[in-house]
Protein backbone atom coordinates (compact mmCIF):
# COMPACT_ATOMS: atom_id res chain seq x y z
CA UNK A 1 0.00 0.00 0.00
CA UNK A 2 1.34 3.14 -0.94
CA UNK A 3 1.91 6.45 1.58
CA UNK A 4 -0.79 7.79 -0.51
CA UNK A 5 -3.30 5.18 -0.27
CA UNK A 6 -2.34 4.18 3.89
CA UNK A 7 -3.10 8.09 3.93
CA UNK A 8 -6.81 7.68 2.00
CA UNK A 9 -7.40 4.28 4.72
CA UNK A 10 -6.95 6.54 7.74
CA UNK A 11 -9.67 9.22 6.34
CA UNK A 12 -12.05 6.34 6.37
CA UNK A 13 -12.24 6.92 10.58
CA UNK A 14 -13.87 10.39 9.12
CA UNK A 15 -17.45 10.88 9.54
CA UNK A 16 -17.84 12.48 6.12
CA UNK A 17 -14.93 11.98 4.18
CA UNK A 18 -14.40 13.59 0.58
CA UNK A 19 -17.12 15.54 0.92
CA UNK A 20 -16.95 18.40 -2.32
CA UNK A 21 -17.84 21.45 -0.94
CA UNK A 22 -18.55 24.75 -3.57
CA UNK A 23 -16.96 27.35 -3.24
CA UNK A 24 -18.32 30.80 -4.28
CA UNK A 25 -17.17 30.15 -7.98
CA UNK A 26 -18.07 26.61 -8.52
CA UNK A 27 -15.04 25.04 -7.59
CA UNK A 28 -15.11 22.76 -4.98
CA UNK A 29 -13.01 21.84 -2.14
CA UNK A 30 -12.56 18.38 -0.81
CA UNK A 31 -13.26 18.08 2.71
CA UNK A 32 -13.62 15.58 5.96
CA UNK A 33 -15.81 15.55 8.79
CA UNK A 34 -15.11 13.84 11.70
CA UNK A 35 -18.24 13.78 14.46
CA UNK A 36 -18.60 12.99 18.38
CA UNK A 37 -18.96 9.19 18.51
CA UNK A 38 -19.78 6.63 20.37
CA UNK A 39 -20.51 2.83 20.06
CA UNK A 40 -18.80 3.27 16.34
CA UNK A 41 -21.24 5.93 15.48
CA UNK A 42 -21.79 9.85 15.22
CA UNK A 43 -23.80 11.24 18.16
CA UNK A 44 -26.62 13.11 17.09
CA UNK A 45 -26.68 16.85 18.00
CA UNK A 46 -25.21 19.84 17.29
CA UNK A 47 -21.42 20.80 17.95
CA UNK A 48 -18.57 23.04 17.90
CA UNK A 49 -16.83 22.96 15.26
CA UNK A 50 -12.98 23.09 14.39
CA UNK A 51 -11.33 23.73 10.86
CA UNK A 52 -8.21 23.53 9.66
CA UNK A 53 -7.38 24.15 5.99
CA UNK A 54 -4.17 22.83 4.82
CA UNK A 55 -2.51 22.52 1.08
CA UNK A 56 -0.47 19.46 2.76
CA UNK A 57 -3.03 16.80 2.28
CA UNK A 58 -5.84 16.51 4.76
CA UNK A 59 -5.45 12.95 5.34
CA UNK A 60 -1.34 12.96 5.76
CA UNK A 61 0.22 13.38 9.32
CA UNK A 62 0.72 17.35 10.24
CA UNK A 63 4.70 17.02 11.49
CA UNK A 64 3.99 19.40 14.13
CA UNK A 65 1.26 17.00 16.18
CA UNK A 66 3.32 15.57 18.54
CA UNK A 67 4.06 15.39 21.99
CA UNK A 68 8.15 15.78 23.75
CA UNK A 69 7.32 11.21 25.11
CA UNK A 70 6.03 10.51 21.96
CA UNK A 71 8.00 12.14 18.55
CA UNK A 72 5.67 10.01 15.89
CA UNK A 73 3.57 12.66 14.27
CA UNK A 74 -0.05 12.17 14.86
CA UNK A 75 -2.27 11.43 11.91
CA UNK A 76 -4.96 13.85 11.55
CA UNK A 77 -7.29 11.63 12.46
CA UNK A 78 -6.18 10.72 15.67
CA UNK A 79 -5.73 15.06 16.25
CA UNK A 80 -9.55 14.70 15.27
CA UNK A 81 -10.27 12.17 18.01
CA UNK A 82 -9.28 14.13 20.91
CA UNK A 83 -11.13 16.83 20.20
CA UNK A 84 -14.69 14.66 18.97
CA UNK A 85 -13.77 12.96 22.45
CA UNK A 86 -14.35 16.10 24.04
CA UNK A 87 -17.29 17.08 22.06
CA UNK A 88 -16.36 18.80 19.58
CA UNK A 89 -16.75 18.60 15.44
CA UNK A 90 -13.20 18.43 13.23
CA UNK A 91 -12.83 19.70 9.58
CA UNK A 92 -9.98 19.22 7.32
CA UNK A 93 -10.39 20.90 4.20
CA UNK A 94 -7.89 20.53 1.65
CA UNK A 95 -6.92 23.85 -0.21
CA UNK A 96 -7.81 25.03 -3.41
CA UNK A 97 -5.95 23.21 -6.24
CA UNK A 98 -4.20 20.47 -3.62
CA UNK A 99 -4.52 17.10 -3.41
CA UNK A 100 -8.45 15.92 -3.69
CA UNK A 101 -9.37 19.83 -4.45
CA UNK A 102 -10.52 21.52 -7.63
CA UNK A 103 -9.03 24.64 -8.83
CA UNK A 104 -6.07 26.38 -9.46
CA UNK A 105 -3.73 26.90 -6.83
CA UNK A 106 -2.16 29.98 -6.25
CA UNK A 107 -0.04 30.53 -3.12
CA UNK A 108 -1.93 31.95 -0.16
CA UNK A 109 -4.64 34.27 -2.38
CA UNK A 110 -7.49 32.28 -2.93
CA UNK A 111 -7.99 31.50 1.18
CA UNK A 112 -9.84 34.59 2.46
CA UNK A 113 -12.49 33.88 0.21
CA UNK A 114 -12.20 29.90 0.48
CA UNK A 115 -11.96 29.94 4.11
CA UNK A 116 -14.96 32.70 4.61
CA UNK A 117 -17.08 30.38 2.13
CA UNK A 118 -15.93 26.84 4.56
CA UNK A 119 -16.63 28.24 7.23
CA UNK A 120 -20.84 29.56 5.86
CA UNK A 121 -20.73 26.08 4.75
CA UNK A 122 -20.14 24.73 8.02
CA UNK A 123 -22.34 26.87 9.63
CA UNK A 124 -25.16 25.48 7.78
CA UNK A 125 -24.92 22.25 8.81
CA UNK A 126 -27.07 20.42 11.48
CA UNK A 127 -24.01 19.31 13.13
CA UNK A 128 -22.61 22.05 13.31
CA UNK A 129 -24.28 24.72 16.40
CA UNK A 130 -23.40 27.62 14.32
CA UNK A 131 -19.66 28.20 16.12
CA UNK A 132 -16.39 27.79 14.53
CA UNK A 133 -13.12 27.97 15.94
CA UNK A 134 -9.83 28.08 13.04
CA UNK A 135 -6.20 26.21 14.29
CA UNK A 136 -3.21 25.07 12.36
CA UNK A 137 0.46 25.71 11.50
CA UNK A 138 1.93 27.58 8.67
CA UNK A 139 0.00 27.88 5.95
CA UNK A 140 -2.60 26.46 7.82
CA UNK A 141 -2.10 29.68 10.25
CA UNK A 142 -2.22 32.21 7.04
CA UNK A 143 -5.64 30.53 5.76
CA UNK A 144 -7.52 31.03 9.02
CA UNK A 145 -6.12 34.55 9.33
CA UNK A 146 -6.87 35.35 5.47
CA UNK A 147 -10.64 34.00 6.65
CA UNK A 148 -10.72 36.26 9.12
CA UNK A 149 -10.21 39.20 7.48
CA UNK A 150 -13.75 39.02 6.09
CA UNK A 151 -15.30 38.35 9.47
CA UNK A 152 -17.56 35.51 8.60
CA UNK A 153 -20.32 35.55 11.05
CA UNK A 154 -20.13 31.64 12.25
CA UNK A 155 -16.34 32.38 12.82
CA UNK A 156 -15.88 32.37 17.36
CA UNK A 157 -12.40 31.70 18.05
CA UNK A 158 -8.70 30.86 16.95
CA UNK A 159 -5.48 29.54 17.47
CA UNK A 160 -2.98 31.05 15.26
CA UNK A 161 0.41 29.03 15.24
CA UNK A 162 3.18 30.81 12.86
CA UNK A 163 2.04 32.39 10.32
CA UNK A 164 -1.40 34.79 9.57
CA UNK A 165 0.69 37.48 7.24
CA UNK A 166 0.37 40.92 9.37
CA UNK A 167 2.35 42.07 6.22
CA UNK A 168 3.80 39.66 4.03
CA UNK A 169 6.29 42.57 2.22
CA UNK A 170 7.38 42.46 5.34
CA UNK A 171 8.06 38.85 6.69
CA UNK A 172 7.62 35.69 4.74
CA UNK A 173 7.89 36.53 1.35
CA UNK A 174 9.96 40.19 1.41
CA UNK A 175 12.03 41.86 4.50
CA UNK A 176 13.28 45.42 3.84
CA UNK A 177 12.98 45.06 0.25
CA UNK A 178 14.58 41.63 -0.55
CA UNK A 179 13.43 38.46 -1.22
CA UNK A 180 13.12 35.34 0.82
CA UNK A 181 14.10 32.39 -1.46
CA UNK A 182 12.87 29.84 1.24
CA UNK A 183 9.57 30.73 -0.96
CA UNK A 184 11.68 28.85 -3.82
CA UNK A 185 12.49 25.52 -1.90
CA UNK A 186 9.24 25.79 -0.72
CA UNK A 187 7.58 26.17 -4.22
CA UNK A 188 9.71 23.17 -5.76
CA UNK A 189 9.16 20.84 -2.55
CA UNK A 190 5.23 21.53 -3.57
CA UNK A 191 5.60 21.51 -6.55
CA UNK A 192 6.17 17.59 -6.15
CA UNK A 193 3.26 17.11 -4.34
CA UNK A 194 0.69 18.67 -6.72
CA UNK A 195 -2.30 16.97 -8.23
CA UNK A 196 -1.05 17.52 -12.15
CA UNK A 197 3.27 16.14 -11.01
CA UNK A 198 1.12 13.22 -9.51
CA UNK A 199 -0.67 12.67 -12.50
CA UNK A 200 1.69 13.13 -14.78
CA UNK A 201 4.81 10.60 -14.39
CA UNK A 202 7.33 12.61 -16.69
CA UNK A 203 6.29 15.90 -14.50
CA UNK A 204 7.00 13.67 -11.49
CA UNK A 205 10.62 12.65 -12.76
CA UNK A 206 11.71 15.89 -14.52
CA UNK A 207 10.91 17.60 -10.86
CA UNK A 208 12.56 14.79 -9.10
CA UNK A 209 15.56 15.40 -10.97
CA UNK A 210 15.27 19.59 -10.38
CA UNK A 211 15.26 18.73 -6.72
CA UNK A 212 18.02 16.50 -6.91
CA UNK A 213 19.88 19.61 -7.70
CA UNK A 214 18.70 22.69 -6.17
CA UNK A 215 21.81 23.54 -4.81
CA UNK A 216 23.20 23.59 -7.83
CA UNK A 217 19.97 26.20 -8.92
CA UNK A 218 21.33 28.08 -6.01
CA UNK A 219 24.72 28.68 -7.67
CA UNK A 220 23.27 29.72 -11.39
CA UNK A 221 20.75 33.32 -9.70
CA UNK A 222 19.11 35.02 -10.70
CA UNK A 223 16.81 32.17 -12.50
CA UNK A 224 14.64 33.01 -15.65
CA UNK A 225 11.24 32.63 -15.84
CA UNK A 226 10.85 29.70 -18.09
CA UNK A 227 14.31 28.54 -17.45
CA UNK A 228 14.10 28.00 -13.57
CA UNK A 229 13.39 24.16 -11.71
CA UNK A 230 10.03 25.01 -11.55
CA UNK A 231 9.21 26.03 -15.08
CA UNK A 232 7.38 22.25 -15.78
CA UNK A 233 4.42 23.44 -13.67
CA UNK A 234 3.56 27.25 -14.87
CA UNK A 235 1.63 27.77 -11.95
CA UNK A 236 4.11 27.38 -9.20
CA UNK A 237 6.48 29.27 -11.49
CA UNK A 238 3.98 31.91 -11.81
CA UNK A 239 3.22 33.01 -8.06
CA UNK A 240 7.07 32.72 -6.97
CA UNK A 241 8.37 34.96 -9.56
CA UNK A 242 4.96 37.55 -9.04
CA UNK A 243 6.52 37.89 -5.23
CA UNK A 244 9.92 37.89 -6.76
CA UNK A 245 9.76 40.73 -9.36
CA UNK A 246 7.54 42.79 -6.78
CA UNK A 247 9.61 44.63 -5.12
CA UNK A 248 7.99 48.12 -4.89
CA UNK A 249 4.95 47.97 -2.42
CA UNK A 250 2.11 48.17 -4.78
CA UNK A 251 -1.12 47.17 -4.51
CA UNK A 252 -0.42 43.51 -4.70
CA UNK A 253 0.78 43.42 -1.59
CA UNK A 254 -1.92 44.78 -0.02
CA UNK A 255 -3.78 41.47 -1.11
CA UNK A 256 -6.09 39.42 0.88
CA UNK A 257 -4.16 36.44 2.03
CA UNK A 258 -1.29 38.89 2.75
CA UNK A 259 -1.77 41.69 4.32
CA UNK A 260 -4.13 41.41 7.32
CA UNK A 261 -2.29 44.91 8.42
CA UNK A 262 -4.57 46.38 5.58
CA UNK A 263 -8.00 44.24 7.28
CA UNK A 264 -7.60 45.63 10.74
CA UNK A 265 -10.78 47.39 10.93
CA UNK A 266 -13.04 44.45 9.17
CA UNK A 267 -11.20 41.80 11.01
CA UNK A 268 -12.86 39.23 13.07
CA UNK A 269 -13.96 40.65 16.84
CA UNK A 270 -13.36 36.83 18.56
CA UNK A 271 -10.72 36.16 21.13
CA UNK A 272 -7.69 34.64 19.59
CA UNK A 273 -4.15 33.31 20.51
CA UNK A 274 -0.90 34.39 17.83
CA UNK A 275 2.17 32.00 18.45
CA UNK A 276 5.48 31.79 17.17
CA UNK A 277 8.90 31.53 18.00
CA UNK A 278 12.39 33.36 17.91
CA UNK A 279 14.33 31.09 15.13
CA UNK A 280 10.90 31.01 13.24
CA UNK A 281 10.18 33.03 9.82
CA UNK A 282 6.91 34.47 11.62
CA UNK A 283 8.07 36.35 15.27
CA UNK A 284 7.18 40.12 13.34
CA UNK A 285 4.06 38.58 12.14
CA UNK A 286 3.09 37.39 15.61
CA UNK A 287 3.77 40.41 17.67
CA UNK A 288 2.31 42.85 14.94
CA UNK A 289 -1.18 40.92 14.60
CA UNK A 290 -0.93 41.50 18.30
CA UNK A 291 -0.01 44.70 18.53
CA UNK A 292 -2.88 45.62 15.91
CA UNK A 293 -5.73 43.27 17.31
CA UNK A 294 -5.06 43.72 21.54
CA UNK A 295 -5.85 47.38 20.18
CA UNK A 296 -8.68 47.72 18.20
CA UNK A 297 -10.75 44.78 18.95
CA UNK A 298 -12.24 43.21 22.44
CA UNK A 299 -10.98 40.03 21.50
CA UNK A 300 -9.26 38.81 24.18
CA UNK A 301 -5.85 38.42 21.76
CA UNK A 302 -3.23 36.55 23.60
CA UNK A 303 0.70 35.85 22.50
CA UNK A 304 3.25 33.33 22.84
CA UNK A 305 6.87 33.15 21.90
CA UNK A 306 8.99 30.30 22.01
CA UNK A 307 13.05 29.64 21.55
CA UNK A 308 11.95 27.11 18.56
CA UNK A 309 12.30 26.70 14.96
CA UNK A 310 9.03 26.80 12.75
CA UNK A 311 6.55 24.62 14.59
CA UNK A 312 9.08 22.84 16.95
CA UNK A 313 7.16 23.42 20.39
CA UNK A 314 8.18 19.97 21.34
CA UNK A 315 12.16 20.31 21.20
CA UNK A 316 14.53 21.93 23.77
CA UNK A 317 16.82 23.23 20.78
CA UNK A 318 17.36 25.07 17.72
CA UNK A 319 20.43 24.55 15.66
CA UNK A 320 23.19 23.87 17.76
CA UNK A 321 22.13 25.82 21.51
CA UNK A 322 19.78 24.04 23.81
CA UNK A 323 17.44 26.00 26.34
CA UNK A 324 16.89 23.99 28.68
CA UNK A 325 13.91 21.81 30.00
CA UNK A 326 12.16 24.60 30.49
CA UNK A 327 11.93 25.69 26.32
CA UNK A 328 9.18 23.35 25.45
CA UNK A 329 5.54 23.98 25.77
CA UNK A 330 4.41 20.99 26.48
CA UNK A 331 4.93 20.64 30.86
CA UNK A 332 5.64 24.58 31.24
CA UNK A 333 2.87 26.23 29.58
CA UNK A 334 0.24 23.40 29.24
CA UNK A 335 0.30 19.25 29.59
CA UNK A 336 0.41 19.43 26.10
CA UNK A 337 -0.50 21.45 22.74
CA UNK A 338 -3.62 19.65 22.43
CA UNK A 339 -4.50 20.38 26.01
CA UNK A 340 -3.67 23.84 25.07
CA UNK A 341 -5.81 24.22 22.06
CA UNK A 342 -8.33 22.44 24.02
CA UNK A 343 -8.75 25.08 26.75
CA UNK A 344 -8.53 27.91 24.15
CA UNK A 345 -11.40 26.22 22.73
CA UNK A 346 -13.45 25.34 25.70
CA UNK A 347 -13.17 28.68 27.23
CA UNK A 348 -14.64 30.74 24.03
CA UNK A 349 -16.48 28.25 21.80
CA UNK A 350 -18.02 25.97 24.75
CA UNK A 351 -18.27 28.62 27.24
CA UNK A 352 -16.15 26.66 29.83
CA UNK A 353 -14.98 28.62 32.98
CA UNK A 354 -11.44 27.35 33.10
CA UNK A 355 -9.90 30.55 34.18
CA UNK A 356 -7.91 31.17 30.41
CA UNK A 357 -8.84 34.66 30.74
CA UNK A 358 -7.10 35.29 33.76
CA UNK A 359 -3.79 34.21 32.04
CA UNK A 360 -1.58 36.93 31.16
CA UNK A 361 -1.51 38.14 27.85
CA UNK A 362 2.11 37.81 26.68
CA UNK A 363 4.09 34.84 27.38
CA UNK A 364 7.75 34.61 25.99
CA UNK A 365 11.08 32.52 26.63
CA UNK A 366 13.83 34.58 27.51
CA UNK A 367 16.85 32.72 25.93
CA UNK A 368 20.17 32.83 27.86
CA UNK A 369 21.44 31.61 31.48
CA UNK A 370 22.50 28.21 31.17
CA UNK A 371 25.91 27.19 31.31
CA UNK A 372 27.57 27.80 28.39
CA UNK A 373 29.02 24.33 28.58
CA UNK A 374 28.75 21.38 25.73
CA UNK A 375 25.79 19.39 26.37
CA UNK A 376 25.97 15.81 25.43
CA UNK A 377 24.26 15.98 22.30
CA UNK A 378 27.13 18.47 21.73
CA UNK A 379 25.06 21.73 21.99
CA UNK A 380 25.64 25.10 23.62
CA UNK A 381 23.60 24.63 27.15
CA UNK A 382 22.09 28.24 26.48
CA UNK A 383 19.15 28.12 28.78
CA UNK A 384 16.20 30.10 29.75
CA UNK A 385 12.98 30.99 30.80
CA UNK A 386 9.54 31.36 30.54
CA UNK A 387 8.28 35.07 31.46
CA UNK A 388 5.14 37.24 31.20
CA UNK A 389 3.74 40.70 30.66
CA UNK A 390 0.70 42.83 29.87
CA UNK A 391 1.86 43.64 26.34
CA UNK A 392 4.38 43.65 23.33
CA UNK A 393 7.01 44.60 23.84
CA UNK A 394 7.20 44.47 27.80
CA UNK A 395 6.03 48.18 28.88
CA UNK A 396 9.40 47.90 30.79
CA UNK A 397 11.34 47.76 27.94
CA UNK A 398 13.65 50.82 27.06
CA UNK A 399 15.16 51.64 24.21
CA UNK A 400 18.84 51.98 24.59
CA UNK A 401 21.32 52.76 21.64
CA UNK A 402 24.95 51.28 21.07
CA UNK A 403 27.14 53.24 18.79
CA UNK A 404 28.89 51.65 16.62
CA UNK A 405 32.98 52.86 16.62
CA UNK A 406 35.80 52.71 13.96
CA UNK A 407 37.78 50.51 16.55
CA UNK A 408 34.77 47.62 16.14
CA UNK A 409 33.29 48.47 19.49
CA UNK A 410 29.81 49.18 20.66
CA UNK A 411 29.66 52.10 23.01
CA UNK A 412 26.70 53.97 25.00
CA UNK A 413 28.42 57.08 23.59
CA UNK A 414 28.78 58.43 19.71
CA UNK A 415 31.97 57.69 18.24
CA UNK A 416 34.44 59.39 16.58
CA UNK A 417 34.37 60.37 13.01
CA UNK A 418 35.50 57.55 10.77
CA UNK A 419 34.46 55.40 7.71
CA UNK A 420 34.90 52.08 7.59
CA UNK A 421 34.65 50.74 3.70
CA UNK A 422 34.56 47.11 2.65
CA UNK A 423 33.86 45.36 -0.60
CA UNK A 424 30.50 43.36 -1.41
CA UNK A 425 30.72 40.95 -4.13
CA UNK A 426 27.10 39.12 -5.29
CA UNK A 427 29.05 36.02 -6.56
CA UNK A 428 30.31 35.71 -2.94
CA UNK A 429 27.84 36.58 -0.51
CA UNK A 430 27.71 36.29 3.12
CA UNK A 431 26.62 32.42 3.75
CA UNK A 432 23.21 32.30 6.10
CA UNK A 433 23.93 30.58 9.26
CA UNK A 434 20.83 29.78 10.89
CA UNK A 435 18.55 32.66 11.83
CA UNK A 436 14.39 32.39 11.12
CA UNK A 437 14.30 30.23 8.30
CA UNK A 438 11.93 27.36 7.57
CA UNK A 439 11.42 25.55 4.65
CA UNK A 440 14.38 25.90 3.35
CA UNK A 441 16.44 22.72 2.95
CA UNK A 442 18.90 21.36 2.10
CA UNK A 443 20.41 24.47 1.19
CA UNK A 444 19.60 26.56 4.40
CA UNK A 445 18.64 25.92 7.81
CA UNK A 446 17.41 27.96 10.83
CA UNK A 447 18.31 28.35 14.39
CA UNK A 448 21.03 29.53 16.15
CA UNK A 449 24.35 28.33 15.49
CA UNK A 450 27.78 29.71 16.01
CA UNK A 451 28.60 31.83 13.27
CA UNK A 452 31.51 29.92 12.05
CA UNK A 453 31.61 29.05 8.34
CA UNK A 454 30.79 24.90 8.41
CA UNK A 455 30.50 22.37 5.72
CA UNK A 456 26.67 22.04 6.76
CA UNK A 457 25.86 25.25 5.15
CA UNK A 458 25.36 26.70 1.53
CA UNK A 459 28.09 28.88 0.41
CA UNK A 460 30.70 28.30 3.22
CA UNK A 461 34.15 26.51 2.30
CA UNK A 462 37.53 25.78 4.04
CA UNK A 463 39.01 26.92 5.68
CA UNK A 464 35.93 27.54 7.42
CA UNK A 465 36.47 30.83 9.60
CA UNK A 466 34.50 32.70 11.60
CA UNK A 467 32.12 35.02 9.46
CA UNK A 468 33.86 37.74 11.27
CA UNK A 469 37.11 37.33 9.52
CA UNK A 470 35.04 38.05 6.19
CA UNK A 471 36.58 40.60 4.45
CA UNK A 472 32.80 42.01 3.74
CA UNK A 473 32.09 41.97 7.39
CA UNK A 474 31.78 44.77 9.83
CA UNK A 475 31.63 43.45 13.46
CA UNK A 476 30.92 45.90 16.46
CA UNK A 477 30.95 44.43 19.84
CA UNK A 478 30.51 45.85 23.43
CA UNK A 479 33.23 45.38 26.25
CA UNK A 480 33.16 42.40 28.55
CA UNK A 481 29.26 42.97 30.34
CA UNK A 482 30.14 43.91 34.23
CA UNK A 483 25.89 43.14 34.67
CA UNK A 484 23.62 40.74 32.88
CA UNK A 485 21.69 42.79 30.18
CA UNK A 486 17.77 41.94 29.28
CA UNK A 487 17.26 42.64 25.86
CA UNK A 488 13.42 41.77 24.83
CA UNK A 489 11.74 43.31 21.46
CA UNK A 490 12.15 44.92 17.92
CA UNK A 491 15.33 45.11 17.24
CA UNK A 492 16.98 47.82 14.92
CA UNK A 493 20.05 49.76 13.72
CA UNK A 494 20.16 53.43 12.09
CA UNK A 495 23.27 53.37 10.02
CA UNK A 496 24.50 55.95 7.96
CA UNK A 497 25.41 54.68 4.62
CA UNK A 498 27.27 55.27 1.20
CA UNK A 499 28.09 52.81 -1.65
CA UNK A 500 29.88 53.44 -5.23
CA UNK A 501 26.60 51.41 -6.70
CA UNK A 502 23.29 52.58 -7.35
CA UNK A 503 21.75 49.82 -5.27
CA UNK A 504 22.86 47.35 -2.45
CA UNK A 505 21.88 45.45 0.73
CA UNK A 506 22.79 46.17 4.17
CA UNK A 507 22.53 43.34 6.72
CA UNK A 508 22.38 43.33 10.44
CA UNK A 509 22.84 39.93 12.66
CA UNK A 510 22.78 40.54 16.53
CA UNK A 511 24.73 37.78 18.13
CA UNK A 512 25.14 37.11 22.09
CA UNK A 513 29.11 36.51 21.76
CA UNK A 514 30.23 33.85 24.53
CA UNK A 515 33.70 34.21 26.18
CA UNK A 516 36.58 31.56 25.71
CA UNK A 517 36.01 28.26 27.79
CA UNK A 518 37.13 24.73 27.62
CA UNK A 519 34.18 24.04 25.66
CA UNK A 520 34.68 26.67 23.25
CA UNK A 521 37.95 27.69 23.07
CA UNK A 522 37.07 30.18 20.69
CA UNK A 523 33.92 31.38 22.44
CA UNK A 524 30.44 31.44 20.63
CA UNK A 525 29.07 33.71 18.49
CA UNK A 526 25.41 32.75 18.69
CA UNK A 527 22.67 34.55 16.37
CA UNK A 528 19.64 36.06 17.74
CA UNK A 529 17.64 37.64 15.09
CA UNK A 530 18.79 39.38 11.86
CA UNK A 531 16.98 42.02 9.43
CA UNK A 532 18.01 43.86 6.11
CA UNK A 533 17.43 46.61 3.67
CA UNK A 534 17.52 46.83 -0.11
CA UNK A 535 18.87 50.30 0.02
CA UNK A 536 16.58 51.74 -2.83
CA UNK A 537 13.75 50.96 -0.66
CA UNK A 538 15.74 53.29 2.31
CA UNK A 539 13.10 56.39 1.61
CA UNK A 540 9.71 54.33 0.75
CA UNK A 541 8.75 50.90 -0.17
CA UNK A 542 6.36 52.61 -3.28
CA UNK A 543 8.97 54.84 -4.79
CA UNK A 544 12.13 53.10 -4.43
CA UNK A 545 15.09 55.49 -5.35
CA UNK A 546 18.55 54.66 -6.68
CA UNK A 547 21.99 55.91 -4.91
CA UNK A 548 24.23 58.87 -5.92
CA UNK A 549 27.79 57.38 -6.05
CA UNK A 550 29.67 58.54 -2.65
CA UNK A 551 26.58 60.30 -1.47
CA UNK A 552 25.73 60.07 2.07
CA UNK A 553 22.52 58.21 3.30
CA UNK A 554 20.51 56.98 6.67
CA UNK A 555 19.00 54.52 6.82
CA UNK A 556 16.88 52.62 9.20
CA UNK A 557 17.37 48.19 9.46
CA UNK A 558 14.74 46.28 10.99
CA UNK A 559 15.40 42.99 12.59
CA UNK A 560 12.85 40.14 13.97
CA UNK A 561 12.53 40.78 17.67
CA UNK A 562 13.78 38.92 20.20
CA UNK A 563 14.36 37.54 23.92
CA UNK A 564 18.08 36.93 25.22
CA UNK A 565 19.33 37.45 28.57
CA UNK A 566 23.36 38.57 28.21
CA UNK A 567 24.97 37.12 30.88
CA UNK A 568 28.00 38.67 33.09
CA UNK A 569 31.12 38.40 30.84
CA UNK A 570 29.39 37.81 27.25
CA UNK A 571 29.66 40.92 24.83
CA UNK A 572 26.97 41.97 22.88
CA UNK A 573 27.62 42.04 18.85
CA UNK A 574 26.57 43.38 15.82
CA UNK A 575 27.74 41.99 12.32
CA UNK A 576 26.84 44.70 9.24
CA UNK A 577 26.95 43.60 6.23
CA UNK A 578 25.45 43.41 2.43
CA UNK A 579 24.25 39.90 2.03
CA UNK A 580 22.53 36.70 4.14
CA UNK A 581 22.30 34.44 1.24
CA UNK A 582 20.32 31.90 0.55
CA UNK A 583 18.43 33.66 3.21
CA UNK A 584 17.78 36.49 1.21
CA UNK A 585 18.23 36.95 -2.73
CA UNK A 586 21.81 38.85 -3.62
CA UNK A 587 21.38 42.01 -4.64
CA UNK A 588 23.57 42.57 -7.73
CA UNK A 589 24.64 46.56 -6.80
CA UNK A 590 23.37 47.13 -10.59
CA UNK A 591 20.19 48.66 -9.77
CA UNK A 592 18.54 46.43 -12.12
CA UNK A 593 14.37 45.50 -11.50
CA UNK A 594 13.93 43.10 -8.65
CA UNK A 595 14.73 39.35 -9.49
CA UNK A 596 16.58 39.77 -13.11
CA UNK A 597 20.34 41.34 -12.22
CA UNK A 598 21.91 40.00 -14.97
CA UNK A 599 24.94 42.15 -14.77
CA UNK A 600 26.19 42.23 -11.51
CA UNK A 601 28.54 44.59 -9.72
CA UNK A 602 31.02 44.31 -7.18
CA UNK A 603 30.53 47.27 -4.81
CA UNK A 604 32.44 49.94 -2.14
CA UNK A 605 30.43 50.29 0.36
CA UNK A 606 30.92 52.09 3.69
CA UNK A 607 29.21 52.68 6.62
CA UNK A 608 29.91 56.74 8.66
CA UNK A 609 30.07 57.06 11.96
CA UNK A 610 30.40 60.29 14.45
CA UNK A 611 28.22 62.76 16.05
CA UNK A 612 26.93 64.00 13.11
CA UNK A 613 26.50 60.57 11.47
CA UNK A 614 25.86 58.20 14.93
CA UNK A 615 25.17 55.27 12.95
CA UNK A 616 23.64 52.83 16.23
CA UNK A 617 22.20 49.90 17.49
CA UNK A 618 18.55 50.60 19.26
CA UNK A 619 17.66 47.84 21.74
CA UNK A 620 15.23 47.04 23.74
CA UNK A 621 16.29 46.64 27.32
CA UNK A 622 14.28 45.64 29.81
CA UNK A 623 15.75 46.73 33.43
CA UNK A 624 16.64 44.35 36.09
CA UNK A 625 14.44 43.73 38.99
Known amino acids: ?13 ASLSDVMVPMRDGVRLATDVFL ?29 ERTVADPAPKSRAEVA ?53 TMGLSYAAHAQVAAACLAPPALAAMFVDSG ?25 KQALQSPETLADPLVARALEAEAASIPAWFSRMPWRRGHSPLRWLPEFEDYLFDQWSRGSRDDFWNQLGICAKAYVEPFADVPMMHMSSWYDPYPRTATSNFRDLSRGKRGPVGLILGPWTHGDRCLTWAGDADFGPKATLEGNLAPDFLELRARWFDRWLKGLPNGVEGEPPVRYFRMGGGSGQRDAAGRLAHGGEWLSADDWPPPASRETSLYLHGDGSLRAVPASEAVLRYRYDPARPVPSIGGSITSGEPVMRGGAFDQVEDPRFFGCAPPYLPLSSRPDVLAFETESLPRAVEVTGPIAAELWISSDCPDTDFAIKLIDLYPPSPDYPRGFAMNLTDGILRARYRDSWEEPRLMESGEVYKIRVEAFPTSNLFEVGHRIRLDVSSSNFPHFDANPNSGEPEG ?30
Open 36 to 64: PNEGGGSLPGAFPVILERTPYDKTASSRS
Open 164 to 188: GFHEAYQGGIRQGGAFELKQATWAL
Open 81 to 133: AFFTARGYAVVYQDCRGTHASEGRFTKYLSEGEDGFDAIAWIASQAWCDGKVG
Open 1 to 13: MSAKEGARTRAAN
Open 596 to 625: SGRCPRIATNAVHLGRDRPSRLILPIVPPG
